[in-house]
């Protein structure tokens, strides 16, 4: 089966390479089908996976360094307590900038499904 063809997503100021590997784990060896890592700005998905599998563990990657960018994730590891407007609030903003900044993305979302 094919990756997803994309190849950076850029989320606020930030464009992460994204690299498809075979049997991804996380250090600890548990198997998982992506992970992001800001220090390398990188995010690796299986490349084992069914390519509209692969297309949620993108998103879900994006999510997840969407709430680093924003500072939602600060946030939540200082354990504030947030209510569902204040999350929207983090995430609005980069959220236009993601949809703005990445066409190959939303090209995979309006492919074939
Ligand atoms: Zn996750």
Do not use: C, W
């Amino acid at each position: 089966m094919k990756n997803l063809d994309i190849k950076h997503v850029k989320i606020g100021p930030f464009t992460y390479d994204v690299k498809f590997v075979k049997d991804l784990k996380k250090p600890t060896g548990e198997k998982v089908g992506g992970s992001n890592s800001t220090k390398k700005m990188l995010i690796q998905i299986e490349s084992q996976a069914h390519p509209r599998f692969q297309l949620r563990i993108l998103l879900h990657e994006v999510i997840e360094l969407m709430g680093y960018v924003s500072g939602l994730k600060r946030k939540i590891l200082t354990k504030q307590k947030l209510s569902m407007h204040e999350i929207a609030s983090h995430l609005d903003v980069t959220l236009y900038q993601v949809l703005k900044d990445n066409p190959d993305l939303i090209s995979l979302i309006g492919g074939e499904g």
